[in-house]
């Protein structure tokens, strides 16, 4: 790979834009896309939507394409002890983490070292964040006026993942809340609660390891998911 | 949830840092091969190594293979295999067969 090239994807990386390294197996000679006109582009853009990395063949001629899409962005409601167990595991996923949490004794960063804290209420920084297709929601806070907003929000979104902690109760109480904001089931039935895989977790960092077991689940299509 | 970035982010560094850096991608797999393409293995001259491009049965084989590419410049294909009688030197134990593309960070 040429200096050239590995500063181009940096550069593509830093600026979170997706783009697909193809190498010409025979000669390993390479081209960052999309190029305009390129008689790759269609490959490519099947690689980023599918984010996998595949051998194509174009014009008698292999070439590897692999796809460097932005990482997938998980937005966790709550700067609660859940969380503080939760962002590094997700981190080491390699997912963006961001923190949206309005009460100031909780959303430190004292508690919440080298990530993305949102001091906004939640309504106002989902609407900032626009979750999309790979955006992850999960509400933490238990609090209504502070999970119900995201949820809305995140309902209103493409969010591949929406996730609620709470008991059983906690959870029929909040889709009723939900209902009465004009969701109907079909939405709800998004949501998962009481979220994460039941492993029988217990303390806040096996809770966050459910959780997120269940999110790469959705998110890899597992059939258990 | 892309490895492969921090992968390339840890190769450049290196880079940086003066080491000749070779980097190994998966770029075809057929059956039970553990890692899937795309899958990246940083390997410098001094031996340094991050990454992998398997469960741990072939990355001796490829870490070799990109000391040559090291020396000549010279991107290589490899294949891995149970057609393949290196695969049984080297341990492909999986079963699984994988093509790996080797080349040097220049």
């Not at chain 1, 959303?107 to 964040?129: C, I, K, Q």
């Not at chain 1, 998962?192 to 966050?208: D, F, K, S, W």
């Not at chain 2, 091969?33 to 899958?39: D, E, K, L, N, Y």
Request: aromatic share 4%; charged share 20%.
């Amino acid at each position: 790979m040429t200096p050239e090239t590995l500063a181009a994807l940096a550069a593509a990386r830093e600026a979170k834009r997706p783009v697909v390294l193809a190498t010409r197996l025979a000669t390993g000679e390479q081209l960052l896309l999309p190029i305009e006109g390129s008689p790759l582009t269609e490959a490519a853009d099947r690689a980023l939507l599918r984010d996998e990395a595949a051998t194509v063949s174009v014009g008698n001629e292999e070439w590897f394409l692999h796809p460097y899409s932005p990482p997938v962005r998980l937005i966790v409601v709550g700067a609660v002890h859940i969380a503080q167990a939760l962002v590094p595991m997700a981190a080491h996923l390699g997912v963006e983490v961001i923190v949206i949490d309005p009460r100031r004794s909780f959303a430190t960063s004292e508690r919440f070292p080298n990530v993305t804290l949102n001091g906004e209420w939640p309504d106002d920084a989902m609407d900032a964040l626009r979750p999309d297709s790979r955006t992850a929601v999960i509400t933490l806070t238990h609090d209504p006026k502070l999970d119900d907003p995201a949820l809305d929000r995140a309902l209103k979104s493409d969010a591949f993942y929406i996730g609620s902690l709470g008991s059983r109760k906690t959870h029929a109480s909040r889709l009723a809340r939900l209902r009465a904001l004009g969701h109907d089931d079909a939405a709800l039935s998004r949501i998962r609660g009481p979220v994460g895989l039941n492993i029988g977790a217990v303390t806040a960092p096996e809770i966050a390891l459910s959780i997120l077991a269940e999110f790469v689940a959705v998110r890899r299509n597992a059939q258990s998911g | 949830m892309s490895e492969t970035a921090d992968i390339l982010t840890q190769a450049a560094h290196w880079r940086t840092e003066g080491e000749e850096v070779a980097l190994a991608t998966v770029t075809q797999t057929w059956g039970s091969s553990p890692r899937p393409a795309g899958s990246q293995l940083a390997v410098t001259r001094s031996g340094r190594m991050a990454g992998s491009v398997s469960g741990g049965c072939i990355e001796g084989a490829v870490a070799e293979a990109a000391m040559m590419t090291l020396d000549s410049g010279t991107p290589q294909l490899l294949d891995f295999g149970i057609t393949d009688e290196r695969a049984w030197e080297v341990g492909l134990a999986c079963g699984g067969k994988l093509k790996v593309f080797v080349e040097k960070l220049a």
